[in-house]
């Protein structure tokens, strides 16, 4: 094949993943803007941690928080755990890998807190302690996932939230979960500061 029909191929997947999801994760989108706005009205913050293109997506998160979404508005408190070298690489070092969201969780979380937890297997080991950390918080978690949900999805409660893309393949679930962060930003700002458009 080609590069240029690889390259197509790419976008028509990513557009029917994306028409798919259209299908099925408003609803899910809306719950989870809805808990964000009352953990943020109630002074809560929003921790973030993912793996790779997620932990990416963890900073695309809060920095859209803390900063600025499309509109000008106050800052909004939020913090990606996965962006510290030092704490991440010394609890790595001395303890597990698997650890290094759940203790920064344990120091930092407090009770009405959320936490967005993202990952495209739904099996990454350090994201399914990361949640058993805020459940021990007394935090809600917003789960992005994929495929079928992995072990995170087994671990949710009825107070918690799981956004899972219906795909298999990891680029093209990145791709709607950066997505759905937008929207999250949007109703958010939305349900905070009163419409734009
Ligand atoms: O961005 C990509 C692949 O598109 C990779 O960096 C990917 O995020 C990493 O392999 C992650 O470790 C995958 O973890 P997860 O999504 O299964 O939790
Ligand atoms: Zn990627």
């Not at 240029?4 to 408003?26: C, G, M, W």
């Not at 293109?53 to 913090?79: K, M, T, V």
């Not at 995170?152 to 393949?169: F, K, N």
Request: glycine share 6%; net charge negative.
């Amino acid at each position: 094949m080609d590069f240029q029909s690889r390259i197509l191929n790419h976008f028509n997947a990513s557009i029917d993943t994306k028409t798919y999801a259209s299908e099925v994760l408003p609803p899910f989108i809306e719950v989870a803007s809805q808990m964000m706005v009352q953990c943020l009205v109630n002074e809560g913050k929003v921790l973030a941690c993912g793996n790779g293109g997620s932990a990416g997506d963890s900073q695309h998160f809060s920095s859209e928080l803390l900063n600025r979404f499309e509109r000008e508005r106050p800052s909004l408190p939020a913090l990606a755990l996965t962006t510290d070298t030092s704490t991440l690489t010394s609890i790595a070092n001395d303890y597990s890998y698997n650890e290094v969201f759940s203790k920064q969780i344990r120091a930092l979380g407090q009770p009405g807190d959320v936490l967005l937890a993202i990952s495209t297997s739904g099996n990454s080991a350090n994201i399914v302690q990361a949640i058993q950390a805020a459940h021990d918080r007394d935090m809600t978690v917003v789960a992005l996932t994929g495929r079928d949900g992995g072990d995170m999805a087994s671990l949710l409660g009825q107070d918690d939230c799981e956004i899972r893309v219906p795909a298999t393949s990891t680029a093209r679930i990145q791709e709607v979960h950066l997505l759905v962060i937008h929207c999250l930003c949007d109703l958010i700002d939305e349900q905070l500061f009163g419409s734009a458009n």
